[in-house]
């Protein structure tokens, strides 16, 4: 494997990982919140729709930290399909070495609306690295345009031409 294609791996993980973790220590808390209070008090429907909201806010916080930002930013699919591949490893563990229900069975929970409601929640803040990447780029484009762009004329005169930065808006 070249030196380059094996940075681009170990980079790809670091992403993985950097967005990953801290949504598998929040699937871990709202698991244990849910199992051992919430489902038993509200219900299973509220106690996913719980756990969604903190499962977006997680993927928007820690973009919004900016931790392992680079690595994020640099591999934002990786790192979008790394955390969704450690939710779907943890949970799977959890259901099968920790509850003993067979795979089968706990994937089959997919089907109904609390799994329904959980597999759209981890899918949506999967797509976060994406869609916050693209909103840096499209800011910075913005910032950029924004800057090079020709100053307005002024009110009182009426012979201002300046063409200063009209450039950066044909590009």
Not at 26 to 31: D, E, L, S, V
Not at 107 to 114: C, Q
Request: aromatic share 8%.
């Amino acid at each position: 494997m070249p030196r380059q294609a094996l940075s681009r791996t170990v980079h790809s993980f670091q992403a993985a990982f950097a967005y990953g973790l801290p949504f598998c220590a929040a699937y871990i808390a709202t698991g244990l919140a849910r199992t051992l209070w919430l489902d038993a008090h509200a219900g299973s429907l509220p106690g996913a729709l719980l756990e969604a909201a903190v499962f977006l806010a997680t993927g928007l916080a820690t973009l919004a930290s900016g931790w392992q930002d680079r690595a994020i930013r640099r591999h934002p699919i990786s790192a979008g399909a790394g955390m969704l591949l450690l939710f779907l490893l943890l949970d799977a563990s959890i259901a099968a070495r920790l509850c003993g229900v067979p795979l089968a069975r706990h994937f089959g929970r997919f089907s109904e609306a609390h799994g329904l409601v959980q597999l759209t929640a981890s899918s949506s803040a999967r797509s976060c690295p994406v869609s916050g990447t693209a909103r840096r780029e499209n800011a910075g484009v913005r910032l950029k345009s924004r800057h090079f762009a020709a100053a307005p004329a002024p009110l009182c005169s009426g012979h201002h031409t300046s063409t200063e930065g009209t450039a950066a808006w044909q590009l």
